[in-house]
């Protein structure tokens, strides 16, 4: 899908609200350790080391805007990816951060080591 331009004003909302979604270091790594497949809230506070009610609080906000889907498992709840093409997003950025690294290092008479 192309996004049309100029952007119209509703539209950069919702995109600007997605970015604010992701721009938390907490939620890339909550999302990080997701894509190894579904986790209950308890397994991912112990991988990511806080508390229970931490996670659950990005969780929330992930889910409100689409990027995670949940079900019950008994008394556990259980998330998952819901939408892939965040990884998209999260490549683009490495990628973007990648390149800068090496215009700064070439700046600096650097090589970057991939």
């Known amino acids: 899908?192309?996004?049309?331009?100029?952007?119209?004003?509703?539209?950069a909302?919702?995109?600007?609200?997605?970015f604010r979604v992701l721009a938390e270091p907490m939620r890339i790594r909550i999302l990080d350790h997701l894509r190894d497949g579904p986790m209950a809230v308890?397994?991912?506070?112990?991988a990511i080391d806080t508390s229970q009610q931490n996670v659950s609080k990005h969780l929330s906000l992930l889910y409100g805007a689409g990027i995670v889907g949940r079900e019950r498992a008994g008394n556990a709840v259980i998330y998952s990816i819901?939408?892939?093409t965040v990884f998209d997003l999260c490549e683009?950025?490495?990628g973007g951060i990648q390149g800068r690294l090496r215009e700064l290092s070439a700046l600096m008479g650097e090589e970057v080591q991939r």
Do not use: K, N, Y
């Open 92 to 94: 683009h950025v490495c």
């Open 1 to 11: 899908m192309a996004v049309p331009h100029p952007i119209p004003d509703p539209l």
């Open 13 to 18: 909302e919702l995109i600007a609200e997605r």
């Open 42 to 46: 308890g397994a991912l506070a112990a």
């Open 82 to 84: 819901a939408d892939q």
